[in-house]
């Protein structure tokens, strides 16, 4: 039994496959097995995977005669796995030398946190670094808020602890296989990010985020609002997170005033019972707030245009919530959001 089994499926992944091994192979925490399932590739990601495997027991590799897509070839690593923490790689990424060894180090030093992530940088199809970095959230609870809305872990930085997958039964078979397992995960143990990049993260035309960005929202809007209405004890519906996940995200999509506007008036009592639900720490509010304001900024400059009388009615709420909001920061908002909007 090792400590930490590293599940990475592959399929047609040869392009950068090398790259991605060789990262977790040069580790400076050094007990592990990389459980490489090769999902039916077509190019030579088997091949390149058998020579590494000649070289370094450590790698076990997993044929599966045909293509079964990303969650079965999860599954079938976890299920393979027998370290004490599965960590999740995907083969067009790198991790950084000391990944295993801070991850693990916070694991055993925080065990009431069953999966942990990392901020990771952005690389694109030519190795270069564009110098776009993301900062996941760190604490638990404003983890935990920012979950009421979508994922905030990078998926390739995890680690989890393999008991806890185990009682999850791993993934589900949702297009969104991450996000709902972090729910589930979320009911039963403490979520968190090493505030550290430890990845650089592929983003390039043929990556899964990429491909899946458009059919991912209607099971993303689901999972949104099954905790939503736990938490309000609401009855929202899937087309209300629909709606909800593009303005959120920036885009007014079949969205009425009237409806931006309810939908503002959801954020802010979302915000409000949250804080009195939760043991929240200052800078847990300080940093729930600042994000609950950034979303009604974007409302409001999404529906400036059709009717400045709502949008300042949004903006207002947006400031009850963080009045420390300096107009830097809200001009920054909104000139994001119009980037945004323009490279749609």
Not at 15 to 22: D, G, N, T
Not at 134 to 152: D, N
Not at 153 to 170: D, Q, V
Request: aromatic share 10%; net charge positive; proline share 6%.
């Amino acid at each position: 039994m090792v400590t930490i089994s590293v599940v990475m499926p592959v399929y047609n992944a040869a392009r950068f496959l090398p790259q991605a091994v060789e990262s977790i192979l040069n580790q400076s925490f050094t007990d592990f097995e990389l459980v490489a399932i090769d999902d039916g590739s077509t190019d030579h990601s088997y091949e390149i995977l058998a020579e590494y495997q000649y070289h370094d027991p450590r790698i076990k590799i997993h044929r599966q005669p045909q293509n079964k897509g990303l969650v079965e070839a999860l599954n079938t690593g976890c299920q393979f796995a027998t370290g004490e923490y599965i960590a999740r790689m995907d083969a067009d990424d790198v991790s950084l030398p000391h990944r295993f060894e801070k991850q693990l180090a916070f694991m055993r030093n925080n065990p009431e946190v069953g999966v942990l992530g990392a901020w990771v940088d952005y690389v694109d199809e030519h190795g270069l670094y564009p110098g776009r970095v993301w900062h996941p959230p760190v604490s638990p609870w404003v983890i935990k808020w920012r979950l009421l809305f979508g994922p905030p872990l990078a998926h390739p930085t995890w680690i989890f602890r393999r008991k806890l997958g185990e009682s999850l039964g791993f993934y589900r078979p949702l297009k969104v296989e991450d996000y709902d397992f972090l729910v589930r995960a979320s009911r039963l143990t403490q979520i968190a990010n090493v505030p550290e990049v430890l990845l650089h993260y592929r983003f390039w035309s043929q990556s899964k985020s990429t491909v899946n960005a458009k059919t991912e929202a209607p099971t993303t809007a689901s999972i949104m609002i099954t905790q939503m209405n736990e938490l309000m004890n609401g009855e929202l519906s899937v087309e209300d997170g629909v709606r909800l996940y593009y303005l959120i995200s920036g885009r007014l999509v079949d969205c009425s005033l009237q409806q931006v506007m309810e939908y503002a008036n959801l954020i802010a009592e979302m915000y409000q019972v949250f804080r009195k639900k939760h043991p929240l720490t200052t800078l847990d509010q300080r940093e729930i707030a600042i994000d609950a304001g950034v979303k009604l900024l974007t409302f409001s400059a999404l529906i400036a245009r059709r009717s400045p009388i709502n949008a300042l009615a949004v903006a207002r709420k947006s400031l009850a919530i963080n009045p420390r909001a300096p107009m830097g920061f809200v001009r920054k908002v909104i000139k994001n959001l119009r980037e945004k909007r323009a490279s749609v």
